[in-house]
């Protein structure tokens, strides 16, 4: 992505300048024809190297007062220049400010936010857009929060449960290392003396481990590298997108949880906007953007258009995959008894609390799992150095 600057004038005829980030001048000049904005001058700057990234602690507090000035009706611009005055944060104030400014330029917080798309991210400027179609702002954002919130609650856990476990891992993983570079070769002739060349498949195995363990670390650091960069490269684009929800989703327990977390956040958007008044295609369009997910999104416009043509919710619903029947079941059964908003926000309820149970149940089952992978590992290795010493024994006993 390149920066470029710009100078172009509202509306109401007021001459402005800023910068945006774009792929291409065409992209800038469409961006900026989106943002109602007459263009004078546009130059491409050179990008600069960021002074740091944004947290997730100072982008959920950011965003948990956005929506407090929002729901408090103070003007934005100067709510967000007093936000920026009470950060211990040069980053984030410095953005903060920046936004301001764009604000009192004549620009919409929409359009200030899709700007700094690529610091925010897409999932925040879906957000403020639906909230500002919808004239319910502070609601939707009050959504990303309460998912922000439990994708943090998330990673905490999927880090408690992990944290021991790695760090037994990782002292096993030492110390078999060790026993197959120091250890198994000087046995090596004594077990195949003692095996009379006949040894145990679970010996012949350690002893080839003994002979491969330095290369197999390297090839285990490069996979494990070239798959971090894959998952890295595939958030760049939509198709990578949805295939990196694919994988999440088909992770036993973790992909349960997040599933419902989506569909818990898909049904508390859609009952917000039901209230807003916007119709249930509208509704079931901006509420998927709101999730942020998107195969959630591709299905979900698949259903609004079946909808729109007139065809009943179960029917229209199908091909759904990520969208499960009970929520198809339970929109329509809303819409015939005018309880749809009603419906929606105790499907929320719902899924957000089969969320909370999957993800404790992440706790409960990684520890003991990782623990039993370890002790097989190691009771493989001492069974596969032991056997021809029992065998021998055997031999003489018998």
């Not at 120091?182 to 195949?192: E, G």
């Not at 390297?218 to 760049?236: K, P």
């Not at 799992?369 to 055997?394: E, H, K, Y």
Request: charged fraction near 15%.
């Amino acid at each position: 992505m390149a920066i470029f600057a710009y100078e172009a004038l509202t509306q109401t005829g007021r001459l402005i300048q800023g910068t945006l980030e774009a792929g291409s001048v065409d992209e800038a000049m469409g961006l900026l024809t989106q943002m109602q904005l007459k263009v004078n001058a546009l130059e491409q700057r050179p990008v600069a190297s960021p002074k740091g990234k944004i947290s997730k602690a100072e982008f959920l507090l950011f965003s948990q007062q956005l929506a407090a000035i929002a729901k408090a009706g103070i003007p934005l611009e100067q709510g967000l220049r007093q936000m920026a005055n009470d950060l211990a944060s040069r980053r984030m104030a410095g953005l903060i400010q920046d936004v301001a400014a764009d604000l009192e330029a004549g620009l919409s917080i929409e359009q200030a936010i899709q700007k700094r798309e690529g610091l925010f991210g897409p999932l925040y400027s879906r957000i403020i857009r639906a909230g500002v179609q919808t004239g319910r702002l502070p609601e939707m954002l009050a959504i990303l929060n309460r998912h922000l919130e439990f994708a943090s609650q998330i990673r905490n856990a999927l880090l408690e449960a992990m944290a021991y476990p790695a760090v037994v891992l990782s002292f096993g993983a030492l110390v078999l290392t060790g026993i197959f570079l120091f250890i198994v070769p000087q046995f090596k002739d004594i077990l195949a003396d003692m095996g009379g060349g006949r040894l145990p498949p679970d010996t012949r195995l350690v002893l080839m481990l003994s002979q491969y363990v330095l290369p197999f670390w390297i090839w285990f650091a490069c996979l494990v590298g070239m798959a971090l960069l894959g998952l890295a490269a595939c958030a760049r684009s939509d198709r990578g997108r949805r295939f990196r929800e694919w994988l999440v989703m088909h992770l036993p327990v973790v992909g349960s949880a997040w599933h419902a977390g989506i569909i818990s956040r898909f049904s508390e958007a859609a009952a917000t906007l039901v209230s807003a008044g916007c119709e249930l295609p509208t509704c079931l369009t901006l509420a998927a953007d709101a999730t942020g997910s998107e195969r959630l999104r591709a299905e979900a416009r698949g259903l609004a258009e079946q909808i729109s043509q007139g065809r009943p919710i179960l029917e229209a619903g199908q091909f759904c995959r990520v969208i499960p029947r009970l929520f198809l079941y339970s929109a329509q059964l809303g819409v015939q008894r005018n309880e749809l908003q009603e419906g929606l926000h105790n499907l929320a309820d719902m899924y957000a609390a089969q969320a909370r149970y999957q993800r404790a149940r992440i706790s409960g089952i990684l520890l003991p799992v990782l623990i039993v992978i370890l002790g097989c590992m190691v009771a493989s290795t001492m069974m596969g150095i032991f056997m021809p010493f029992v065998q021998v024994l055997r031999g003489l006993e018998g």
